[in-house]
């Protein structure tokens, strides 16, 4: 699909691909509409194979005047499966291609505030691009936030028993689960977050080389990369956090297989003296006196009960059970 866009008062408004067009959009194009795009900034516009390259020289170049600047964006934050996908944008002479071949919250949220009434005016291609990477990590700092609030019940279910709801192992298998789907998402964020640095660095160094950039741009610009490494440094410190609590919940499991090891232990110890002493008196040997006293039987019982309790106490006291 391709949809073209010019401005109109600082607002995004549908148009054709013309000298006026600032923008044009392309979701899973075809052939007819790559074709289009192409002869409208008088490039080739990266396939899909290019796009998913990860070779920094095949993500960010320059192709006749024009930037070809790929980045890494996570997708279905929200879902169960997220997901990450290539996103290519092509400025040149102030006007911004950008290819998708996924479906994107963000530049759909974008279009529909930009369309009705935008934050601060849109004045090219190049603002546009900027607010669809604002709007991009506006999105990865909610996702935190929420992630955030999330690993917070995951420590609580690892530190406090009551939390859990569950038996103990039930609960812990489930926090393991819960541990790596955050860890996931969290990788796919980071990444994203690190190729908009590459990207944004690139972009401010064309700018500062090849001419000079409107100041709102500059500043634009150093704004998303403070909040990209800022972000990315808390994302790093969430990582950190499972990590740890992933140890802590592995140590726990650690701790309940040995406790079950240990009471398997006792009762093997304890049960050890009943069962020589029944072993004694199944002995066939002729004479054996007390077999034939009326006592014998109650005596060999209560000899195995006590011989069995004797350790139990004792390993109570002691505090081993």
Known sequence: ???????????????????????????????????????????????????????????????????????????????????????????????????RHVSIKAFDFF???????????????????????????????????????????????????????????????ILIGDIGRKGDLLGMVRESLSSFQRLLAYHAALDSTARRAPRESRQKVRMLQRDAAALGELCDSMSAKLSFLLDATLGLINVQQTQIIKIFSVASVALLPPTLIASIYGMNFEYMPELSQPWGYPAALGLMVLSAGLPYLYFKKRGWL
């Open 111 to 173: 279009i529909s505030r930009a369309s009705a009434r935008a934050p601060e005016p849109l004045t090219d291609g190049e603002s546009v691009m900027l607010s669809l990477i604002e709007g991009l990590i506006d999105r990865y700092a909610d996702t935190m936030e929420h992630t955030a609030a999330e690993i917070d019940a995951i420590s609580a279910g690892v530190f406090r028993r009551s939390a859990m709801g569950r038996t103990q192992s039930e609960a812990l298998e």
């Open 1 to 99: 699909m391709l949809m073209v866009y010019q401005l109109r008062e600082g607002r995004l408004e549908v148009g054709s691909l013309d000298p006026e067009a600032v923008w044009a959009d392309l979701t899973s194009p075809s052939s007819e509409e790559s074709a289009l795009a192409e002869s409208w900034q008088k490039i080739d516009l990266p396939t899909p194979e290019e796009m998913s390259d990860i070779e920094p020289s095949a993500r960010l170049y320059t192709d006749g005047g024009a930037e070809v600047m790929t980045a890494t964006v996570a997708i279905g934050l929200t879902t169960e499966t997220p997901s990450k996908a290539p996103v290519t944008f092509v400025l040149r002479d102030r006007q911004l291609v950008t290819i």
